[in-house]
């Protein structure tokens, strides 16, 4: 594997120019051709046999829920709500500094 001399970024083939390999760096784009003991880093070996493969999956679990409020519960939030809202809005119109 190579490294990109500027940035430190990983080399990757992109295409042959005459009969040299380019590499290009992932993160800036700086472009170098690579000598033929290189290019043995870079060469795919096979595939793997369909026997071999293994296949996973992913149980996705349910979210919990929270529990349904009642019609007094959420009254009793708003007029919370309110009542905060309110006396800050007193609060800044009067000019209290805290």
């Known amino acids: 594997m190579e490294f990109c001399p500027r ?14 390999v380019l590499l290009r ?14 290019l043995r880093d870079y060469t795919i070996v096979g595939a793997t046999p369909e026997q071999e493969r293994t ?22 939030e708003r007029e919370e709500y309110r009542e905060v809202l309110q006396e800050l809005l007193q609060e800044e119109l009067e000019g209290v500094e805290e």
Do not use: D, F, N, Y
């Open 25 to 38: 760096c992932t993160r800036c784009g700086h472009t170098v051709s690579a000598q033929g003991g290189q």
């Open 55 to 76: 296949i996973t999956t992913l149980k996705v679990s349910e979210a919990k829920r929270r529990p349904i409020k009642s019609l007094e519960e959420w009254e009793q």
């Open 7 to 20: 940035c430190g970024g990983l080399m990757i083939p992109v295409g042959r120019e005459g009969g040299s």
